[in-house]
């Protein structure tokens, strides 16, 4: 379908986005576009004008600093996967950005994107889960921080408000590094019908603890934190409790439905890539 016209204003800065969307309620925020434009060619979203922060470089980039990684919420897929720092420092992120979509998606799509409009099958929710990070949400009141595990408020609901820019993605360090991101793709977008986030830490007398973040399998993203109580303790025993933890995980979960996955298969989906997760954070690093 073909967009209907609407007006455009680049800005330049958070704030004049900011002042912009105050005075204009039926603004809307528009960074890679790879969501919000094929929803207007649908008429599933009508902004009358469209605020581009897209290109904004107090938006975009990766900064590390001694007890957190800041990721712009401009940055684009293709830059979290290709980045260095986050490689060596927060792998989960490269590891996810390698498996969505395709080239072209990852090159226009940003993180700040996807978390705002927080598609039930989107990779980053689970990502910033297992993460532990915090989202930095700017209005014209000022800033706040919301930690990942308050963000995803519903289908396809954030905690950023319509007046507000979702401006810096904070990964606390160290981040764990025995990691894994397993996701079943839907076989024509690419969207995880079910993908499982891992992060395990392992402290010097061998006690571990993890974060599991599951996308794609309910109506929104979730931790899975009955799973993640049995997780914790020896790393030596946690090979033996795979299957518990993966039971756990998924207890009282209500799936979605579509014409491509039925709830009973988008569990057993869930089930088998948070088992592959976990055994693969488990394996050591090569
Ligand atoms: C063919 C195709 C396949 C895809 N496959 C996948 C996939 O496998 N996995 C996956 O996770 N995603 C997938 N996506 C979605 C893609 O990752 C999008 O880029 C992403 O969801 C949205 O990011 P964006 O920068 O394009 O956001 P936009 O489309 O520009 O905006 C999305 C929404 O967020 C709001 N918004 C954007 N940035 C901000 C901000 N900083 N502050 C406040 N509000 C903001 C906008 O107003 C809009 O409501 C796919 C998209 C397409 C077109």
């Given at each position: 379908m073909i967009p209907y016209e609407v007006e455009y204003v680049r800005a330049g800065s958070v704030q004049q986005a900011l002042s912009v969307l105050a005075q204009n309620p039926d603004a809307k925020i528009l960074a890679g576009g790879h969501t919000l434009l094929p929803m207007m060619k649908l008429r599933l979203a009508r902004p009358a004008l469209l605020v581009d922060i897209g290109r904004l470089p107090e938006l975009r980039g990766i900064a590390v600093h001694q007890d957190a990684i800041s990721i712009g919420s401009a940055t684009t897929h293709a830059e979290l996967e290709a980045s260095a720092e986050l490689k060596q420092l927060a792998p989960l992120f490269p590891l996810a950005a390698s498996v969505i979509a395709d080239p072209t998606v990852r090159n226009r799509g940003t993180i700040g994107g996807a978390l705002v409009h927080?598609?039930?099958?989107?990779?980053w929710p689970a990502v910033v889960l297992a993460a532990g990070a915090e989202m930095e949400i700017v209005g014209e009141q000022g800033a706040r921080r919301i930690p990942a595990d308050e963000f995803?408020?519903?289908?396809?609901?954030?905690?950023?408000?319509?007046?507000e820019v979702l401006t810096r993605i904070h990964v606390p360090l160290p981040a764990a590094t025995r990691v894994a991101y397993r996701k079943f793709r839907h076989?024509?977008?690419?969207?995880?019908?079910a993908a499982a986030a891992v992060a395990i830490d392992v402290v010097n007398d061998g006690y571990a603890w993890g974060r599991i973040g599951i996308t794609g399998v309910a109506e929104a993203a979730f931790r899975a934190t009955s799973a993640e109580a049995l997780l914790e303790g020896n790393f030596t025993d946690i090979a033996d409790k795979v299957d518990a933890i993966v039971d756990a995980a998924f207890v009282d979960v209500s799936p979605l439905e579509d014409n491509f996955a039925d709830g009973a298969y988008r569990l057993a989906l869930g089930r088998v890539m948070l088992k592959r997760a976990l055994l693969e954070a488990l394996e050591p690093r090569g």
């Open positions: 927080a598609d039930p099958s989107a990779d995803f408020v519903g289908f396809m609901s954030s905690a950023v408000q319509p007046d076989p024509s977008s690419g969207y995880a019908v």
